[in-house]
T-cell receptor, first 110, second 113 residues
Framework: EDQVTQSPEALRLQEGESSSLNCSYT??????LFWYRQDPGKGPEFLFT???AGEEKEKERLKATLTKKESFLHITAPKPEDSATYLC???????????FGQGTRLTINP | DGGITQSPKYLFRKEGQNVTLSCEQN?????MYWYRQDPGQGLRLIYY???????QKGDIAEGYSVSREKKESFPLTVTSAQKNPTAFYLC????????????FGEGSRLTVL
């Protein structure tokens, strides 16, 4: 079964405490992996697209990496404004099916 | 500014009533989508449209209907046949069906009283 699983469900960090969020997937024919940030009551905001194993993308304190089975979103020296739910989504197959993980709720305490 | 506009942001409905959620985009995107988001679950696809006058059912289309009469607009009707309609609804679009990332609107929260 095609699945996308994010872990942990929730993560609470102190400001400046670096960590990583995980997105593991079991799909056939990966076309792309997407990371989004979602604030409460808002629509998801696009962060990164990764297409092949070994690829990395960076934006401010965030860095996304991709292997053949999972992706990591590394957050370095986070600030309270980085608090949000982070979603990953995987596009796969000939029909460009897109499956979302359930998200990781990140809280950064000052 | 280019973007996706959803309205209303909040909507209350009595059981047995149909409601229509609006989605308009000025990004010149061909493909448009409707997702439903429930607490603790990933986004689930309701309907999508690749071009005007064409749309396809997603994973949870029962109790919903859509139309695509204009490239810019993709309204979603939540009918009385939808058993559990209270949810956060997200409209999204992308340049074309077979590539690129989705861009989302701000969402509409529907509550059935």
């Amino acid at each position: 079964e095609d699945q996308v699983t994010q872990s942990p469900e929730a993560l609470r960090l102190q400001e400046g405490e670096s960590s990583s969020l995980n997105c593991s997937y079991t799909v056939s024919g990966l076309r792309g992996l997407f990371w989004y940030r979602q604030d409460p009551g808002k629509g998801p905001e696009f962060l990164f697209t990764l297409y092949s194993a070994g690829e990395e993308k960076e934006k401010e304190r965030l860095k996304a990496t991709l292997t053949k089975k999972e992706s990591f979103l590394h957050i370095t020296a986070p600030k309270p404004e980085d608090s949000a739910t982070y979603l990953c989504a995987v596009s796969f197959g000939g029909a460009q099916k897109l499956v979302f993980g359930q998200g990781t709720r990140l809280t950064i305490n000052p | 500014d280019g973007g996706i506009t959803q309205s209303p942001k909040y909507l209350f409905r009595k059981e047995g009533q149909n409601v229509t959620l609006s989605c308009e985009q000025n990004l010149n995107h061909d493909a448009m989508y409707w997702y439903r988001q429930d607490p603790g679950q990933g986004l689930r696809l309701i309907y999508y449209s690749q071009i005007v006058n064409d749309f396809q059912k997603g994973d949870i289309a029962e109790g919903y209907s859509v139309s695509r009469e204009k490239k810019e607009s993709f309204p979603l009707t939540v009918t009385s046949a939808q058993k559990n309609p209270t949810a956060f609804y997200l409209c999204a679009s992308k340049f074309r069906l077979d590539g690129g990332e989705l861009f989302f609107g701000e969402g509409s929260r529907l509550t059935v009283l």
